[in-house]
């Protein structure tokens, strides 16, 4: 089987026919404003950490908690979404996950630490049935262009995080209600989202919700104890323990280390909007070689590069940085998510090993945060846990080495 006959089998939809929905403008507009919403709420937290934290008096290993927790809910929430959108409808399971994730905003900015950590879970929940129930919709409702719109559908989310890390700061200071006031403005923004997404509710034919099939082919023979899934796996899961420690403690890196707050979020919005490209393009690039040994390597070996500069030079080369950690990380993980198409023979398989890396991955990032937090608190610098991330992008190269092997499962 070639690469491109196994990337067309994960684009092409089962279901072939459009539902009669309301006008396709319309749904792209509620796809595009839904997206927003699904990592701008976790990316908007991160430059104002520390003020949390003294709020508080949380440790930095609790800080950690506030983008772990997160986290580990989208793992634990995701297996609920196929027995909902069976119920409801995917329709309606979109638009209550929006309004969920807009109530989770506004509950983490409540004067309790209790709920702070509550809307955390709240938010997690929801962007795991959204994880879980947009990617359907997409590829139902624009079956010939299913492909395209998933870029555009992914893309958006990175655009969404980019726009509310930069943001953050700026709210805080015209809104005049601290960091509580940032936060909670980002509910708004749901609340939009679900004005947008209600025409395809209310347009929806009393019929029962057309969802795609059950992905057909031969499953993998013992998955879980499979080398190269195994590999997959640890690739995914480093690159996205890497990708979430620094969303929860880039800026207050580099604030600790002398920068302006304001900059320091800038810095990481930077960041956000370079994983972009790296993101849309390394995928790309994937699907035209056979062996993707030597692109894992040297996606590592960026992830390496960049954290070296956070460690010998946060604030002078933090721009630096930046921009080699954003093509790093939006590359590594759009090269994971290809390794899973171009691993596997069937839409069966690679639903096996998407739900393996998934696991995997989600348990692995979950560490990073609170694990980097309770290093800085322990040590009281950024320094070992900077360096501990420098060696986890060595497993990474060794991991992807291994996935990159023309090899199918």
Avoid at 189 to 212: D, Y
Avoid at 231 to 243: K, T
Avoid at 380 to 387: K, N, R, S, T, V
Wanted: glycine share 12%; with cysteine.
């Amino acid at each position: 089987m070639t690469v491109t006959h196994a990337q067309q089998q994960l684009t092409t939809p089962t279901v072939r026919t459009r539902t009669r929905l309301a006008h396709p403008a319309l749904m792209l507009i509620g796809i595009v404003l839904v997206a927003l919403n699904m990592r701008a709420c976790l990316a908007a937290i991160s430059p104002l950490v520390g003020e949390i934290q003294r709020t508080f008096g949380l440790s930095a290993t609790a800080s950690g908690l506030i983008t772990t927790v997160p986290v580990l809910f989208q793992g634990l929430g995701a297996p609920l979404t196929p027995r909902l959108t069976r119920r409801f409808g995917a329709e309606k399971v979109v638009l209550g996950a929006v309004l969920t994730l807009g109530a989770g905003v506004l509950l983490r900015v409540m004067p309790h630490v209790a709920a702070l950590y509550a809307g955390c879970v709240v938010i997690g929940v929801a962007i795991a049935v959204l994880n879980v129930s947009m990617p359907g919709l997409v590829k139902r409702e624009f079956p010939e262009k299913a492909a395209t719109m998933t870029g555009v559908y992914s893309t958006t989310m990175l655009v969404g995080a980019t726009l509310a890390a930069g943001a953050s700061v700026p709210l805080e200071r015209v809104l005049g209600g601290g960091w509580q006031g940032s936060l909670a403005a980002w509910s708004v923004l749901a609340v939009v989202a679900a004005v947008a997404w209600l025409p395809q509710v209310l347009k929806s034919r009393q019929e029962k919700a057309v969802v795609a099939a059950a992905p057909t082919g031969t499953p993998i023979a013992n998955i879980w104890r499979n080398g190269l899934s195994w590999r997959i796996s640890v690739f995914m899961g480093v690159s996205s323990l890497m990708v979430y420690t620094l969303v929860a403690w880039m800026p207050t890196i580099l604030a600790d280390h002398g920068m302006d707050r304001g900059e320091a979020g800038l810095v990481f919005a930077f960041s956000n909007l370079v994983q972009v490209a790296g993101a849309f393009l390394v995928p790309l690039i994937a699907g035209r070689m056979t062996r993707q040994r030597g692109l894992a390597v040297v996606m590592a070996g960026l992830n390496a590069v960049g954290v070296t500069v956070l460690l010998l030079a946060p604030v002078s080369g933090a721009w630096l940085a930046a921009g080699v950690l954003g093509i790093a990380q939006g590359g590594s993980l759009g090269l994971a998510l290809a390794f899973i198409v171009l691993r596997t023979r069937s839409a069966l398989g690679a639903a096996q090993l998407g739900g393996m890396t998934q696991a995997v991955g989600y348990l692995v990032a979950a560490a990073g945060p609170v694990g980097a937090g309770a290093l800085h608190q322990l040590t009281g610098g950024w320094d070992l846990p900077l360096a501990l991330l420098l060696a986890l992008a060595a497993v990474a190269a060794v991991a992807g080495w291994g996935a990159g092997r023309n090899q199918v499962l």
